[in-house]
Structure formats: structure tokens, C-alpha cells
């Protein structure tokens, strides 16, 4: 089987590897659908580590199932899952299932048959945005600045859309993720290389928004959350900041605005299987989101266009 592997910065190579042997407890899925993550580009970049095989939003088809394994057969559908928590340490008490130490250990959850192959690959990171959005807890008549508008921002603007009757503003620098926003419920887009976000905020709000999440991983985009967001609002960091990036903040400001800083990291099966829900009951759009297709033969291409492209959503690799 062929297998992407990041070998060095910038270094990326599909391999022949072998079909692993499976150990008790194991699933071996036939990979239909994965897609490319914004963490896996920039652990190409350099700027999370050295990655192995990437590619970790997956769907398949269960090819075979070790000898204990009574509650999966080969044939189904599912998606993989690659951090499950252990609910019974101290964090999973609190409801911080995913600083769990035991949280890296994977786990297949069913996909219906409404779903594609190329939707269920969807599932984690629209997963990790239905966290983020709960952890900011979002009022009714809040106004929402989405900082980014990739897959994940897009996701937000949807599950906001279901949120709040506020307004929901989307900013970004390509045009092509402005007008989806849009298309999916944003009810203002801000073009940040054309605009001051914060001052055009202020005109559509006055005070400034609520909350603003930041769906990129840039440390730029923290300082139009910062400029954005109301006296006594929030501000919830999202996209993964490269390895080791710091930032400065006015931190009298901070304390004088009264200014909360939230953060939500991945996501754990509630969140999964309230994902499929959401797309089952057609109140997600994901479809609209996939922009690309390239095979896994050639996943080398796919991570360069998906890292240059200035027309790409979501590139999904297919085998
Ligand atoms: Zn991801
Ligand atoms: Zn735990």
C-alpha cells in the first residue's frame, strides 16, 4: 500500500510500505477519503514538528478487525478518530477530555450511508470547530468576527449561523473564501489586505464584536481579533500557532477591556458523532468546502497546491 510520508522540511514523498499486522485491539481500514489539514501543511513548513505519515482526517472501509474486536466487521463504513480520551482521569472529570494524557490512542466511529466518503473525511476537523464553538459559549445575540476563512472558518460560520442572531463577519485575504462565507452565512466579509478589520468591525458594530475566533494558525490575525473584539469580550485562539510562536500583547489593555482569552484544542467522539448528526439533518454544508481531489499517488502535488493555491478550501485525497 502507498503511504505520504514528511521526511524533511518541505520534503515530502510517497511511499511503498507494507500492510501493518494487526496487534489485539486493531482495525485495519481501507483508507476512501483523507484530507489535507491545515497542521499537516504546516508541519511541512517546519513549524509543528516532524510528522511521519500525514494525514490524519480519514474515512474507509473496515478491511479487517483483530480476533478481539466484537463491535466492528470488515465492510463498514466509519471514520477514523485519532484521539480518544480515557473518562476517568482527572481531566475527563472536569470535561477536559482532550489535555488527557491518554488522549493519543485511536478508535473508529460508524458513517451512515447519507454521508460520503469524501464528508465523513470532514468530520474531525468540523468536529474540533463544534468544541471550539461551545467552549466560547455563544449567546444568543452575539456578534461573531471569524478570523480566517479556510475549511475550519467556514465550518464556524455555519455552526454560528445556527448560534446566534447577531452578525457574523468573516475576514480573510482570498477572495475566493470571502464569497463563500457569504454563500454559508456570514453576514459580512471583510477583505483584511484591502481593509482595517478592527475600524471596519466598529462601523458594522460600533463597540466591537463579542467574540472573535481565530481560525489561523498566523499570529498576525491575533491582533485583529485583539482590535476587534468589545470591551468585556473574548477572543478564542482556534488555528495551531507554529511551534514555539509567541506573541505581544497589550496587556493593560487586556486587563483594562476586561478581554477573555479562550483556547480549544481537537475534539473527542460526542463531538464526532454530533458532526455526522449535523450534516445527516442537512444543517452543515461540508460539500461546498471541498475544492480539490488529487490521488494518493501523487499526494506530493496535492500538498504543494494546497499550500500555494490561492483558490483552494479543502483538497481531499482519494485512493
Ligand atoms: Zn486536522
Ligand atoms: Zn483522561
Do not use: W
Amino acid at each position: 500500500m502507498l503511504a505520504c510520508f514528511l521526511e524533511a522540511t518541505k520534503k515530502v514523498s510517497v511511499k511503498d510500505v507494507p500492510v501493518p499486522k494487526l496487534a489485539a485491539g486493531d482495525i485495519l481500514v481501507r483508507m476512501e477519503a483523507s484530507g489535507i489539514c491545515g497542521t499537516d501543511l504546516e508541519k511541512i513548513e517546519g513549524q509543528l514538528g516532524l510528522g511521519g505519515i500525514l494525514g490524519h482526517e480519514v474515512s474507509g472501509t473496515v478491511e479487517k478487525v483483530s480476533k478481539d474486536i466484537t463491535d466492528h466487521k470488515p465492510g463498514e463504513r466509519v471514520v477514523a478518530h485519532h484521539h480518544v480520551p480515557c473518562y476517568q482521569c482527572p481531566d475527563c472529570f472536569n470535561g477536559n477530555y482532550t489535555l488527557c494524557n491518554e488522549f493519543k490512542r485511536g478508535a473508529v466511529i460508524p458513517l451512515s450511508t447519507e454521508l460520503s466518503f469524501e464528508q465523513g473525511a470532514m468530520i474531525e476537523p468540523t468536529a474540533c470547530c463544534i468544541r471550539a464553538i461551545r467552549r466560547a459559549r455563544v449567546l444568543e445575540g452575539d456578534n461573531v468576527l471569524v478570523v480566517g476563512l479556510g475549511p475550519t472558518g467556514l465550518t464556524q460560520i455555519q455552526l454560528l449561523r445556527n448560534a446566534t442572531k447577531g452578525g457574523i463577519i468573516g475576514s480573510d485575504i482570498v477572495e475566493a473564501r470571502l464569497q463563500l462565507g457569504k454563500k454559508l452565512g456570514a453576514d459580512e466579509t471583510i477583505n483584511a489586505l484591502a481593509e482595517d478589520v478592527p475600524v471596519h468591525i466598529r462601523k458594522i458594530t460600533r463597540d466591537g464584536v463579542d467574540l472573535a475566533i481565530v481560525s489561523t494558525g498566523n499570529e498576525k490575525a491575533l491582533n485583529q481579533a485583539f482590535g476587534s473584539v468589545r470591551r468585556g469580550g473574548r477572543i478564542l485562539l482556534f488555528g495551531a500557532p507554529s511551534h514555539g510562536a509567541s506573541y505581544q500583547l497589550n496587556v493593560s489593555e487586556l486587563f483594562s477591556r476586561q478581554i477573555t482569552l479562550l483556547s480549544s484544542y481537537s475534539c473527542v467522539e460526542a463531538e464526532m458523532e454530533e458532526a455526522i448528526r449535523l450534516v445527516e439533518e442537512k444543517r452543515l454544508d461540508l460539500k461546498s468546502l471541498i475544492s480539490d481531489r488529487f490521488k494518493l499517488s501523487e499526494a506530493e502535488k496535492a500538498m504543494e497546491f494546497a499550500r500555494t493555491s490561492k483558490t483552494a478550501i479543502k483538497t481531499i485525497i482519494v485512493p
